[in-house]
């Protein structure tokens, strides 16, 4: 999957520890204008994903929706569950 080609110029965040101290925090991609805007702590792309790795994550993306505009939907799920 060419990167270019979901390009959507929005930088990686996380909502940081949602629960315990344990809790690595729920990432996110900030969508210019999403519901994340004032509520995620921006991240380096490599921290992003080194956490991404480490929580056996895998994305499911929506490239389009129904009307043909871009989507900017994209599910982190276990890889387990992929």
Partial sequence: ???????RRAPPGERAHAGSDDDPG???IDFPGGAGED????MR???WFA??????????LQEHKAD??????IKLVSRDNA
């Fill in 68 to 73: 043909g505009e871009p989507s900017t939907f």
């Fill in 51 to 60: 956490k991404f790795d480490e929580n056996g994550l895998a994305a499911i």
């Fill in 1 to 7: 999957m060419p990167a270019a080609r979901y390009s």
């Fill in 39 to 42: 509520s995620l702590e921006p």
């Fill in 45 to 47: 792309w490599d921290e």
């Fill in 26 to 28: 729920i990432l996110r």
